[in-house]
C-alpha cells in the first residue's frame, strides 16, 4: 500500500518514485525536543546534551493539503513547525557518515501539542503521549526529492500565522545536527523505509485555532492550509 500522506504526483520525480520510501507507509515518526536554543527558553527547557527523542504513531500523521482538522475538543492545540525528513533506507547504529544517503524526502511537519496537557504531563513526571501522539498531532506537507536541497543543515524554514511570521528558523542552528541526529535515532529505534523524522522546531511556538490560515515555506517552496 503507497503512503497516501506522501503520494503526491505532481512533484515525483521518476528516480525517486523507486525507491523504498514512496512504496511503504511510515511505521513511525521520530521526534527531536529542544534542538534549537531559543526555542528551548522559551519554555524554560534546560539546553540538552543529547537529543531528546521522542515518537509519533502512524496515526499522528495527516496531510497538510489546503486545508486539515483540527480537534474540536476546547482544547488549546499549538504548532510547532519542523523540518521533516523522508527516511529511504533502513538505518540501524548506523555510522554518522552513512545517515545522510538515506535521506529521500525534506518536507514541513507541525508537531501538534496540547501544551497544557503537556505541562501537566511533565510535573506529574508522566510520558507526553497523550499531549503529542493523537490521531492528526502530525501533518506534514509533501516531500521534495532530497537532490533539490543543496544542503540539510543549510534549509531555511518560516510559519505565517494569518499573514504574520510566526516562526522562522535555519536548520544551520540546529543544537544537533542531521548527521548526528539520524546516528543516534538509529542507535536507539531502527529507521524504517517511510519513517519519517522531525528535527525539533525554533522559538515562536504559539496557539492554533479554526480558520486560521497557515503558509508554510522551506527555501523557494510554499504551501498554504487553512485550520478547520
Ligand atoms: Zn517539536
Not at 544537533?176 to 522531525?198: A, C, H, Q, W
Not at 480558520?211 to 517552496?221: G, K, P
Request: aromatic share 8%.
Amino acid at each position: 500500500m503507497k503512503n497516501q500522506y506522501w503520494f503526491y504526483p505532481e512533484i515525483f520525480n521518476t528516480k525517486l518514485t523507486q525507491t523504498d520510501a514512496f512504496d511503504n507507509p511510515a511505521s513511525k515518526v521520530v521526534c527531536v525536543g529542544r534542538n534549537y536554543v531559543e526555542h528551548t527558553k522559551e519554555l524554560n527547557n534546560p539546553v540538552p546534551s543529547s537529543p531528546l527523542l521522542f515518537m509519533k504513531p502512524s496515526t499522528s500523521l495527516i496531510a497538510m493539503t489546503p486545508q486539515f482538522n483540527l480537534p474540536d475538543d476546547g482544547r488549546a492545540y499549538h504548532y510547532e513547525l519542523e523540518v521533516a525528513l523522508l527516511i529511504g533506507k533502513k538505518l540501524n547504529h548506523a555510522e554518522e557518515k552513512f545517515t545522510l544517503d538515506a535521506v529521500a524526502g525534506v518536507g514541513l511537519a507541525l508537531d501538534l501539542t496540547i501544551r497544557e496537557l503537556q505541562g501537566q504531563l511533565k510535573s506529574d513526571g508522566h510520558p507526553w503521549e497523550k499531549a503529542k501522539a493523537f490521531d492528526g498531532a502530525c501533518p506534514v506537507t509533501e516531500f521534495l526529492p532530497v537532490n533539490l536541497i543543496d544542503d540539510l543543515n543549510g534549509i531555511e524554514f518560516s510559519l505565517h500565522k494569518n499573514n504574520q511570521q510566526v516562526q522562522a528558523g535555519n536548520t544551520r542552528n540546529m543544537i544537533f545536527k542531521m548527521d548526528y541526529l539520524l546516528s543516534e535515532i538509529s542507535r536507539n529505534f531502527t529507521l524504517l523505509p517511510g519513517d519519517i523524522v522531525l528535527t525539533g522546531t525554533p522559538e515562536g511556538v504559539g496557539r492554533l485555532r479554526s480558520s486560521d490560515v497557515l503558509q508554510l515555506s522551506l527555501n523557494q517552496q510554499r504551501w498554504q492550509s487553512t485550520v478547520i
